[in-house]
């Protein structure tokens, strides 16, 4: 096996000429305060989890750079974000709501020019297979195109006055600031854009920072940010996490940190932030989405699903099946099944037809992944399917580890890549036991038939995760579905039209009916003296 991994890897000659990055793409420069300024410090080599072979053993291959920007030059992005935003009073926070829209529509034009570079750096950068890479390209421009649908809609229920008690008020809603935007490296895109559209849709000023993988691919897109939207709005920050953010939030600017990653980098972030009361957070963190199989679950289903659902990107997805709970009676069969699933992946290079199991990004990856394998193997597990676990540089063979107990390791842990542990049970409150007990709390699957044991499941398990999906892998979308979580799963609410509201509040501009407030209110209507008192209807 270890050899057969070692053989994916390409020769230079042997790449499509559709895929090649021809020469390294050295990124020196980074958007502040509408331009594209040169960087003339450090730069941080960029190197591809796609390995390719040589006279030697395969070695990873050089795609490009990036800033290491100083934490001068950070603050400085961030000094500009506070600026644009001017407590409020900046031009994209006052700004009408139909005036943002458009922006940010001819910013969605200028992006969908650029799907192909994007698409080759995404599988260069973190190894996505050319599909999931399309989709996740498509999936972003869709939900920006949705974003800007749901805000009409928001503010066409809020174009009205209303009248109680004698009170004429306007409920509209306002920027919160200047926010802190940072996605994940697994939907560097499609994550990075879930928080960063509605934040600055609704009048938000930006200071973005690329994640750790997932840097060059937003390199095409600078120019479209900074051809469409005002100066100072949305600003870009590269370099060391741990040396540029701390400052950042110490400063105390920024208002809002929209965050997906774990919950200990968001608790760090967070308690730098010398005025936390007035911090929000939207944050998308750790998962261990449990999958449940009854006995009288259709095994096909549940095999098809669970082997979708926990390796889909090599398993690195927050919304995986990270823990298998399998019935004692049908255990057997489902590994056996599972097993030949696993046996029937397509290995190999993102832009392989049909390809499922790739290269993983993070370097030090395979080694956490072994030692997971290693520490279930100590304490009495198996590797199940052939070839389990067998490494080859920046490879790992998905593993299928049974029979998992609590005193392992992956029992517990967020293994964020293709392993699958597998744990029998005799009773169903085993299975929700583990639930109550996870400090974890986003979804979870039940397989099975009988409506009086999966809505028994359904009651225990409501008030533990925030999706139950029946039959179905755990998944985010649709996207106008509430994607939250529990417990240090997740804080904030976002879908479609649930992250308009979260990078936003309610604001009420209220008179006592009388004569002369309604003559001031309906003149600075009709003479359009205000963006924010408005009965504009937006079709």
Known sequence: MKESLAALF???????????????????????????????????????????????????????????????????????????????????????????????????????????EVVRLLMWEIGKSLKEAEREFDRALSYLRETLEALK????????????????????????????????????LYETFTTLIPALVMGNTIVMKPPRFGILLFAPLLEAFRACFPAGVVNTVYGDGEVVLPPLMASGQVDVLGFIGTHKVADALRAAH?????????????????????????????????????????????TALKILFVHRSIVEQFLERLAAGIGSLSCGVPWQEGVTVTALPEPEKPEFLAELVRDAESKGAR?????????????????????????????????????IPVVPFDDLRETIDYVVAS????????????????????????????????????QRSPDSFPFNGRKNSAEGTQSVADALRVFSIRIVVAARETDENRDIITNIVRERKSHFLSTDFML
């Open 439 to 474: 400090p974890y709390g986003q979804q979870a699957s039940v397989f099975g038939r009988d409506g009086d044991l999966l809505a028994q499941l359904v009651d225990a398990l409501v008030n533990q995760v925030c999706r139950i999906n029946i039959n179905s892998q755990c």
């Open 153 to 188: 809609e928001l503010d066409r229920v809020s174009s009205r006055f209303v009248i109680q008690q004698g009170i004429i008020g306007q409920i509209r809603r306002a920027p919160l600031g200047v926010v802190l935007c940072m996605g994940p490296y697994n939907f560097p």
């Open 10 to 116: 390409p020769a230079e000659a042997e790449i499509p000429e559709a895929f090649r990055i021809p020469a390294p793409l050295t990124q020196d420069y980074y958007l502040i305060n509408g331009e594209l300024r040169r960087w003339s410090g450090p730069l941080q080599e960029i190197l591809s989890p796609v390995q390719l072979s040589g006279a030697g053993a395969p070695a990873a291959k050089l795609i490009g750079a990036a800033p290491l920007l100083s934490v001068e030059a950070a603050r400085e992005a961030l000094e500009v974000a506070a600026r644009a935003y001017s407590n409020g009073r900046g031009e994209w926070p006052t700004m009408s709501v139909g005036e943002r829209i458009r922006c940010v529509a001819r910013f969605a034009a200028a992006v969908q020019e650029k799907r192909a």
């Open 383 to 419: 590797v199940v399917n052939p070839g389990g676990g067998t490494r080859s540089g920046s490879f790992f063979y998905p593993a299928l580890i049974y029979p998992v107990s609590p005193q392992m390791r992956i029992y517990h842990e967020e293994q964020f890549g293709p392993v």
């Open 274 to 318: 010398p005025r936390p009361h007035r911090l929000r957070c939207v944050l998308g963190l750790d998962a261990k989405n449990p999958a449940i199989v009854l006995p009288d679950a259709d095994l096909d289903l549940a095999v098809r699903e669970c082997l979708s659902g926990s390796l889909t990107f090599n398993g690195q997805r927050c």
